[in-house]
């Protein structure tokens, strides 16, 4: 069984600075894929970012990077420059083991203070 | 290019009744996942369709069961409706894979209340 703990219920960054949210996470598989998630308020969650766990290197997508230390299975999600509308909830995500079904955290709230 | 398409919006039942929820996938995509996300909670796995037949399921009881169509659309279905089954049910849809990274394309959901 796959596991994810997102210990932060909500976290809140003025605009313009910098938020790291965390997320650790508890695998068997050998091979698995880690993504964030985000959920505006209108529901629809998008990708935010994926990170293959065979790949040392860190994924980025502009002003979103991650930071993935597989030894201690934690996967923090760097939001740079915050913007008002990054401000949802979100939510670390784990699949492997070759099934898409994902294991989701209970998320986490960012508020983006102007 | 429309997205992942989910009716309805909303519903109301009562317990004890039967519900049945539609998805269609996003163009090009050939698998469907639903996931149900009860209030404050992060979505959880129900099952997986693809090529008509589930291909994978997460901790439900039998009580749900799904249908995919051979134009890829998806239906889930949910007897003897419990309290506890109100929540919000994500279609989420992607391209058949075996690694298990695809990216999955969510719905807006449909936000189920039982009475």
């Known amino acids: 069984a796959q596991t994810v703990t997102q210990s932060q219920p909500e976290m809140s960054v003025q605009e313009a600075e910098t938020v790291t949210l965390s997320c650790t996470y508890d695998?068997?598989?050998?091979?698995?894929?880690l993504f964030w998630y985000k959920q505006p308020p209108s529901r629809q969650m998008i990708l935010v970012i994926r990170?293959?766990?065979?790949?040392?290197q860190n994924a980025t997508e502009n002003r979103f990077s991650v930071n993935f230390q597989k030894a201690a299975k934690s996967f923090s999600l760097k939001i740079s420059d915050s913007q008002l509308g990054d401000a949802a909830m979100y939510f670390c995500?784990?699949?492997?083991?070759?099934?898409?079904?994902?294991?989701f955290g209970k998320g986490t709230h960012l508020i983006i203070q102007p | 290019d429309a997205g992942v398409t989910q009716s309805p919006t909303h519903l109301i039942k009562t317990r004890g009744q039967q519900v049945t929820l539609r998805c269609s996938p996003k163009s090009g995509h050939d698998t469907v996942s639903w996931y149900q996300q009860a209030l404050g909670q992060g979505p959880q796995f129900i099952f997986q369709y693809y090529e008509e037949e589930e291909r994978q399921r997460g901790n439900f009881p039998d009580r749900f069961s799904g249908h995919q169509f051979p134009n890829y659309s998806s239906e889930l279905n949910v007897n003897a409706l419990l309290l506890g089954d109100s929540a919000l049910y994500l279609c989420?849809?992607?391209?058949?894979?075996?690694?298990?990274?695809?990216?999955?394309?969510f719905g807006p959901g449909t936000r189920l209340t039982v009475l």
């Open positions: 695998t068997s598989e050998s091979d698995y894929y």
């Open positions: 995500a784990i699949s492997g083991g070759g099934a898409d079904g994902l294991t």
């Open positions: 989420a849809s992607s391209s058949w894979g075996t690694s298990g990274g695809e990216e999955q394309f």
């Open positions: 990170q293959e766990a065979y790949k040392q």
